[in-house]
């Protein structure tokens, strides 16, 4: 068996720094195993979030050699092992401990979204009809496993902490599920243009290239919220509309 | 008393998945007060890993299904060993419990007409299973999730529950730790529902998380609680076996509801070679038969390889003692196979089964639609768990109640591939809407605040035991794990024997001393070591349940082998129940209790279905 480092992040918000560590690496491992045996073996206090190990929950986010990863999808036989891997955490956002960020921010954000708000059901048992190409691609933003590294990538977030007045691809992905939805009755234009901040977004795409589950969140949400807002808010013959028909 | 952190509900939730969600959504209905308290993240509890959809008989694709046809289907996975009632009531609320999701967001795949599209599944007579291609946990995580958040109801992410309070008879509360600096907190409640899910962790491979360490088993045991059918293991048959790493990761059965088939070395398609009695009738006898019946010909019987997830492991488990596994100890699971029935198939591969084709590229460096993949029995679910009343969802203990995974009745020996998901929005539902009739009815009780002042001192002697014990073994929280779970693997898996189970009681039974030593360095903050440390109470209750279950039936039916009791009754012995109960002595206590016998109405159900 080959031995490689780990240079882990260690620590919490009082102050912290990379600790090495060597350990023992077999075929097929991903940075989450490595990680796992250090805890089991040589750190058993340190913090690490993880759940599903298959790439389904986005739980163990965290910077793998400077790039956002899934611990669990990031293979070490893709990784130079000749050097130390660096393994710190989502730097997007506060430290709670070692791997360990303080997403709680996030999930805040979700909640003062509207909500989705369905029409009348189209039937009596109460149901819907939708034809599937209707969904293909609202289908498609409702894949995100919540991992926030598109979050962690944004430079509005990351290196302009923009927190209060942006709320991150992740939540303009959420806000395209909910207006592209077939039977979603709400409008949110105006929150995306004002409280959302999605004019601070500059389309440099470093969210789409992060995304484990390969959405095209630029443009095929980000891109398509701004053209409606756009319409509504900047499109003259329409403010005209609006000013008459008050 | 200490002064530790307390919060006030009407109703306590504990658990977060798909189970836990839609019990606070429904006890939230009213003006209740409702807490939720989760070990993960919200939106990370296991649910958001099941594949290939939830069952319900909503006759979308084929209008011969009906809930009797559902409930018969059940019964008959569960080796009529289910509380038929609770089989009854899932599956006549599960189509409604599905629609509603719609109704919250949810976009499942569509019919050509529009309506929610269903797959075939093993054991499942018609095409039951609403899906979103193979992500469908997520989406009904994702759905109740961002419904729930508007309910509210008050979250607290990354707690973990130690012990629930009771004050006399009655549950009044739980108490627990924050994860992040390992801060206790009371949550006192005039009703609580326990929906914390499995007990995968007790064994080495298994397809659950860190998370599922049994504890609403051992909550609810050490309450007073009983525990029903613990012997009922489900280990699923495709789990990834190779590289070592990723062992024991689900392969939905989908995979065979789309056409996959299963081989062994010599390229046989084994499964054709032994089909239990009780489904000749309904299982294909050739391969285009088989085909046509993954491709939706009604006219066809499913083949093989869809037949009971008990069935299907013991067979690979077979191939491979007899020397005709795959080269890491598995057997082949072949999708690829399919081009030469269809032209575009590479491409209708990544469309019906998106992550599973992710899953091997990724992580096996396999692409599924050109080759086989190498599968294997992984530990799955736990059938048995906590014994509640059908309707109401509440257990032994007044106040308490169960939903999902961690309850038990609907599964009897043996659970259906899609029930679980179904199983969790009907009592969840239930458990929800009971424990709020029941915090309406009851005043609180105040907290017996003697023990509290126990359990925190217990909570906390990891920190204050020696690194080694006194014969010099390591007594770190992941070497005890780490043991008990080969031995759970080794004595108490797939095939069992009275030998083995009394040597895997013995082993436990030293693993508990040990663990009563077990020692966590550091400090409270966020310390991996120390929960883990604190799981192990759970993960042992839990797994001399199932060893103690296991070695009481003597018979080998639905998931339970015994390869020194292969007949499927004991004779003279009846249908029975598994039960046990902590003793006055604090030992755990096993008897049985025959089956009921079926209502005139349910009989004739299967009287005519089968």
Same mark, same amino acid.
């Given at each position: 068996?080959?031995?490689?480092?780990?240079?882990?992040?260690?620590?919490?918000?009082?102050?912290a720094?990379?600790?090495?560590?060597?350990?023992?690496?077999s075929?097929?491992?991903?940075?989450?195993?490595?990680?796992h045996?250090?805890?089991?073996?040589?750190?058993?206090?340190?913090?690490v979030?993880?759940?599903?190990?298959?790439?389904?929950?986005?739980?163990?986010?965290?910077?793998?050699?400077?790039?956002?990863?899934?611990?669990?999808m990031?293979?070490?036989?893709?990784?130079?092992?000749?050097?130390?891997?660096?393994?710190?955490?989502?730097?997007?956002?506060?430290?709670?401990?070692?791997? =360990?960020?303080?997403v709680?921010?996030?999930?805040?954000?979700?909640?003062k979204?509207?909500?989705?708000?369905?029409?009348?059901?189209?039937a009596?048992?109460?149901?819907?009809?939708?034809?599937?190409?209707?969904?293909?691609?609202?289908?498609?933003?409702?894949?995100?496993?919540?991992?926030?590294?598109?979050?962690?990538?944004c430079?509005?977030?990351?290196?302009?902490?923009l927190?209060?007045?942006?709320?991150?691809?992740?939540?303009?992905?959420?806000?395209?599920?909910?207006?592209?939805h077939?039977?979603?009755?709400? +409008?949110?234009?105006?929150? *995306?243009?004002?409280?959302?901040?999605?004019?601070?977004?500059?389309?440099?795409?470093?969210?789409?290239?992060?995304?484990?589950?390969?959405?095209?969140?630029?443009?095929?949400?980000?891109?398509?919220?701004?053209?409606?807002?756009?319409?509504?808010?900047?499109?003259?013959?329409?403010?005209?509309?609006?000013?008459?028909?008050? | 008393?200490?002064?530790?952190?307390?919060?006030?509900?009407?109703?306590?939730?504990?658990?977060?998945?798909?189970?836990?969600?839609?019990?606070a959504?429904?006890?939230?209905?009213?003006?209740?007060?409702?807490?939720?308290?989760?070990?993960?993240?919200?939106?990370?509890?296991?649910?958001?890993?099941?594949?290939?959809?939830?069952?319900?008989?909503?006759a979308?694709?084929?209008?011969?299904?009906?809930?009797?046809v559902?409930?018969?289907?059940?019964?008959?996975?569960?080796?009529?060993?289910?509380?038929?009632?609770?089989?009854?009531?899932?599956?006549?609320?599960?189509?409604?419990?599905?629609?509603?999701?719609e109704?919250?967001?949810?976009?499942?795949?569509?019919?050509?007409?529009g !309506?929610?599209?269903?797959?075939?599944?093993? !054991?499942?007579?018609?095409?039951?299973l609403?899906?979103?291609?193979?992500?469908?946990?997520?989406?009904?995580?994702?759905?109740?999730?961002?419904h729930g958040?508007?309910?509210?109801?008050?979250?607290?992410?990354?707690?973990?529950?130690?012990?629930?309070?009771?004050?006399?008879?009655?549950?009044?509360?739980?108490?627990?730790?924050?994860?992040?600096?390992?801060?206790f907190?009371?949550?006192?409640?005039?009703?609580?529902?326990?929906?914390?899910?499995?007990?995968?962790?007790a064994?080495?491979?298994?397809? +659950?998380?860190?998370?599922y360490?049994?504890?609403?088993?051992?909550?609810?045991?050490?309450?007073?609680a009983?525990?029903?059918?613990?012997?009922f293991?489900q280990?699923?048959?495709?789990?990834?076996v190779?590289?070592?790493?990723v062992?024991?990761?689900?392969v939905?059965?989908?995979?065979?509801g789309?056409?996959g088939?299963?081989?062994?070395?010599?390229?046989?398609?084994?499964?054709?070679d032994?089909?239990?009695?009780?489904?000749?009738?309904?299982?294909?006898?050739n391969p285009?038969?088989?085909?046509?019946y993954?491709?939706?010909?009604?006219?066809?019987?499913?083949?093989?390889?869809?037949?009971?997830?008990?069935?299907?492991?013991?067979?690979?488990?077979?191939?491979v003692?007899?020397?005709?596994?795959?080269?890491?100890?598995?057997?082949?699971?072949?999708i690829?196979w399919?081009?030469?029935?269809?032209?575009n198939a590479p491409?209708?591969?990544?469309?019906?089964?998106?992550?599973?084709?992710?899953q091997?590229?990724?992580?096996?460096d396999?692409?599924?639609?050109?080759?086989?993949?190498?599968?294997?029995?992984t530990?799955?679910?736990?059938?048995?768990?906590?014994?509640?009343?059908?309707?109401s969802?509440?257990?032994? =203990?007044?106040?308490?109640?169960?939903?999902?995974?961690?309850?038990?009745?609907?599964?009897?020996?043996?659970?259906?591939?899609?029930?679980?998901?179904?199983?969790?929005?009907?009592?969840?539902?239930?458990?929800?809407?009971?424990?709020a009739r029941?915090?309406?009815?009851?005043?609180?009780?105040?907290?017996?605040?003697s023990?509290i002042?126990?359990i925190?001192?217990?909570t906390?002697?990891p920190?204050?035991n020696?690194?080694?014990?006194g014969?010099?073994?390591?007594?770190?929280?992941?070497?005890?794990?780490?043991?008990?779970?080969?031995?759970?693997?080794?004595?108490?898996?797939?095939a069992?024997?009275?030998?083995?189970?009394?040597?895997?009681l013995?082993?436990?039974q030293?693993?508990?001393?040990?663990?009563?030593?077990?020692h966590?360095?550091?400090?409270?903050?966020?310390?991996?070591?120390?929960?883990?440390?604190l799981?192990?109470?759970? *993960?042992?209750?839990?797994?001399?349940?199932?060893a103690?279950?296991?070695?009481?039936r003597r018979?080998?039916i639905?998931?339970?082998?015994?390869?020194?009791?292969?007949?499927?009754?004991?004779?003279?012995?009846?249908?029975?129940n598994?039960?046990?109960?902590?003793?006055?002595?604090?030992?755990?206590?096993?008897r049985?209790?025959?089956?009921?016998?079926l209502?005139?109405?349910?009989?004739?159900?299967?009287?005519?279905?089968?």
């Amino acid at each position: 068996m080959a031995k490689a480092t780990f240079r882990i992040w260690r620590g919490n918000a009082d102050g912290a720094e990379f600790v090495d560590y060597d350990t023992e690496v077999s075929e097929g491992m991903v940075v989450l195993d490595a990680v796992h045996r250090i805890q089991a073996e040589q750190a058993n206090d340190m913090a690490v979030r993880w759940n599903c190990k298959a790439g389904k929950c986005g739980s163990c986010s965290a910077e793998v050699n400077g790039q956002p990863k899934l611990m669990c999808m990031t293979r070490l036989n893709d990784l130079p092992l000749d050097e130390p891997v660096t393994v710190e955490p989502m730097r997007a956002f506060p430290l709670i401990k070692d791997l =360990v960020a303080d997403v709680s921010w996030n999930f805040k954000v979700k909640e003062k979204m509207k909500p989705f708000t369905p029409r009348p059901p189209d039937a009596e048992d109460g149901t819907w009809r939708m034809e599937q190409e209707d969904i293909d691609h609202v289908q498609e933003f409702r894949k995100c496993i919540e991992c926030f590294l598109c979050q962690d990538v944004c430079h509005v977030l990351r290196e302009h902490d923009l927190h209060d007045e942006f709320i991150g691809p992740r939540y303009f992905v959420y806000a395209a599920s909910l207006e592209m939805h077939p039977i979603d009755t709400e +409008n949110r234009l105006e929150e *995306l243009k004002d409280s959302d901040g999605i004019g601070y977004c500059n389309i440099t795409k470093c969210c789409t290239q992060v995304c484990p589950e390969h959405i095209t969140i630029t443009d095929n949400a980000i891109i398509p919220l701004k053209e409606r807002v756009v319409d509504q808010f900047y499109d003259p013959i329409k403010k005209l509309f609006r000013v008459f028909s008050r | 008393m200490a002064s530790y952190e307390t919060h006030e509900y009407d109703v306590l939730i504990i658990g977060a998945g798909g189970a836990g969600l839609r019990a606070a959504i429904e006890a939230a209905v009213g003006d209740l007060k409702v807490g939720l308290v989760c070990k993960s993240l919200l939106g990370k509890a296991h649910t958001v890993m099941a594949e290939g959809g939830v069952a319900a008989a909503l006759a979308n694709v084929d209008e011969r299904d009906s809930w009797r046809v559902h409930f018969a289907d059940t019964m008959r996975g569960g080796q009529y060993l289910s509380d038929a009632r609770m089989a009854e009531l899932h599956a006549q609320e599960s189509p409604d419990r599905v629609r509603e999701l719609e109704a919250w967001g949810a976009l499942f795949d569509r019919t050509q007409d529009g !309506g929610i599209l269903q797959r075939n599944f093993g !054991g499942h007579q018609y095409p039951r299973l609403a899906h979103v291609g193979d992500r469908t946990g997520l989406e009904m995580i994702r759905a109740l999730q961002d419904h729930g958040i508007h309910q509210g109801i008050e979250v607290h992410m990354e707690n973990t529950v130690v012990s629930l309070l009771k004050t006399g008879d009655r549950v009044s509360g739980a108490f627990g730790y924050e994860r992040e600096k390992g801060r206790f907190k009371i949550f006192a409640a005039k009703a609580v529902v326990l929906a914390t899910g499995g007990v995968g962790k007790a064994y080495k491979v298994t397809s +659950n998380s860190w998370e599922y360490t049994g504890d609403g088993h051992s909550l609810a045991y050490h309450a007073g609680a009983e525990l029903i059918d613990m012997e009922f293991v489900q280990f699923h048959p495709t789990g990834m076996v190779w590289p070592p790493s990723v062992r024991g990761i689900l392969v939905t059965e989908g995979v065979r509801g789309e056409g996959g088939i299963l081989t062994n070395s010599e390229g046989n398609r084994f499964m054709f070679d032994d089909i239990p009695e009780l489904y000749v009738d309904q299982t294909a006898d050739n391969p285009e038969e088989g085909w046509l019946y993954t491709q939706g010909d009604r006219e066809a019987r499913r083949p093989p390889e869809l037949l009971t997830r008990d069935h299907v492991a013991r067979c690979i488990v077979r191939e491979v003692q007899e020397g005709r596994g795959s080269p890491h100890g598995g057997v082949f699971l072949d999708i690829a196979w399919i081009k030469e029935k269809m032209p575009n198939a590479p491409e209708h591969i990544r469309r019906k089964l998106p992550s599973m084709y992710h899953q091997f590229k990724e992580l096996a460096d396999i692409d599924i639609t050109q080759e086989p993949m190498e599968v294997g029995p992984t530990t799955h679910y736990i059938m048995g768990g906590i014994r509640v009343d059908a309707d109401s969802q509440m257990t032994a =203990v007044p106040g308490l109640f169960a939903a999902g995974e961690c309850a038990a009745g609907l599964h009897g020996a043996n659970r259906l591939g899609g029930n679980s998901l179904s199983d969790l929005l009907v009592f969840g539902k239930r458990a929800g809407e009971y424990a709020a009739r029941f915090a309406i009815e009851n005043k609180a009780v105040s907290l017996d605040e003697s023990e509290i002042d126990t359990i925190a001192a217990h909570t906390l002697k990891p920190f204050e035991n020696p690194p080694e014990d006194g014969n010099g073994d390591k007594v770190g929280p992941y070497d005890i794990q780490a043991q008990l779970q080969d031995k759970m693997q080794e004595l108490v898996g797939i095939a069992r024997s009275q030998e083995s189970l009394a040597q895997a009681l013995a082993e436990i039974q030293n693993l508990r001393e040990k663990a009563e030593n077990v020692h966590a360095i550091g400090n409270r903050e966020y310390n991996a070591g120390w929960h883990t440390a604190l799981d192990l109470d759970c *993960l042992l209750t839990v797994s001399e349940a199932i060893a103690l279950a296991a070695l009481e039936r003597r018979a080998s039916i639905g998931a339970h082998s015994r390869d020194d009791h292969p007949e499927k009754e004991e004779p003279g012995a009846g249908k029975y129940n598994t039960i046990i109960k902590k003793a006055d002595d604090g030992t755990m206590g096993i008897r049985r209790e025959p089956v009921d016998e079926l209502r005139a109405d349910l009989q004739e159900i299967i009287d005519e279905i089968g």
